[in-house]
């Protein structure tokens, strides 16, 4: 099929049955347009070959179907517009995904080949368009709805470096320290492994120079673990931080862990708050 610049086939708000197979071979040179149909089972381009350059060479917008098969000969050489579409279980293909994918509104049930996550975040990232939550949230929740809820993780962190990019400069600022700190909550360990890399330096650099006592003769024993938990762990005490005053370089070491502590509490209660929140 031959209009190429304009519209080669065009089946719009058409309803169908059972299956609507546009594959078998099929090559389309311009726009084909689906919008609005309704397939009872399968819609099917599987081994089409569509072109349509500079332009729409596939429209889904409000089409639904309970399965859609999208394993293309190859690339498809056009935009792919599935706004607002519901494609049930959707078949594709790595391999011949489309390099301008509009997904804005749309569902899909389950993907026939899930892929590792960050192989799916590309595969959403396809588009010309501007930030959209929803294809990650629609990706996420497919995940979940397969038992992988790391993948799902992985989704929705992304989803928040997505939208990082579009704030202002000071909030893009305070994102990168939520998301080195516990990857804006969805890696929560992260903030363990930055309080035992801080309390290991912090313990090494005090026992190698102990801080000078406020009040000698009441002053405890210096322990240079503990001395540092209390200097980095804001909610708790063990009598070490108040008994001790360091000097010089310890000072301000001091001081330093002191902030990170507060940073990483801040971090590690906004961050699973918002994880908790969208979950």
Request: hydrophobic share 40%.
């Amino acid at each position: 099929m031959s209009n190429p610049g304009d519209i080669a086939l065009e089946a719009v708000d058409v309803t169908v049955g059972r299956n609507f197979d546009l594959g078998l071979g099929l090559t389309v040179d311009g726009a084909v347009k689906l919008d609005g149909t309704r397939v009872g089972t399968e819609l099917s381009l599987r081994d089409a070959a569509l072109t349509h350059q500079d332009g729409t060479a596939l429209s889904l917008r409000a089409t639904q179907a309970r399965e859609t098969d999208l394993r293309t000969r190859r690339p498809i050489d056009g935009v792919v517009d599935a706004r607002n579409a519901r494609l049930g279980t959707l078949h594709d293909a790595q391999d011949t995904w489309p390099t301008d994918l509009r997904l804005a509104d749309a569902t899909y049930e389950t993907l026939a080949f899930p892929l590792p996550a960050a192989e799916r975040v590309r595969w959403i990232r396809r588009t010309t368009g501007d930030y959209l939550p929803q294809p990650y949230e629609q990706l996420a929740a497919t995940y979940r709805r397969l038992g992988h809820e790391d993948e799902a993780r992985t989704v929705l962190l992304a989803k928040q470096r997505a939208r990082r990019a579009t704030l202002p400069a000071h909030t893009r600022l305070w994102g990168h320290v939520q998301d080195a700190a516990v990857g804006y909550g969805y890696r929560p360990l992260r903030a363990g492994l930055w309080l035992l890399a801080l309390l290991a330096c912090g313990a090494l650099y005090f026992a190698l120079h102990t801080p000078a006592p406020l009040d000698p003769g009441k002053a405890p024993p210096f322990n240079a673990v503990f001395y540092t938990l209390d200097l980095l762990v804001p909610i708790i005490t063990f009598g070490q931080d108040n008994a001790f005053a360091p000097r010089g370089t310890g000072q301000w070491l001091s001081y330093a862990l002191i902030a990170a502590g507060w940073i990483l509490a801040t971090t590690v209660t906004a961050g699973i708050s918002r994880a908790v929140s969208r979950q």
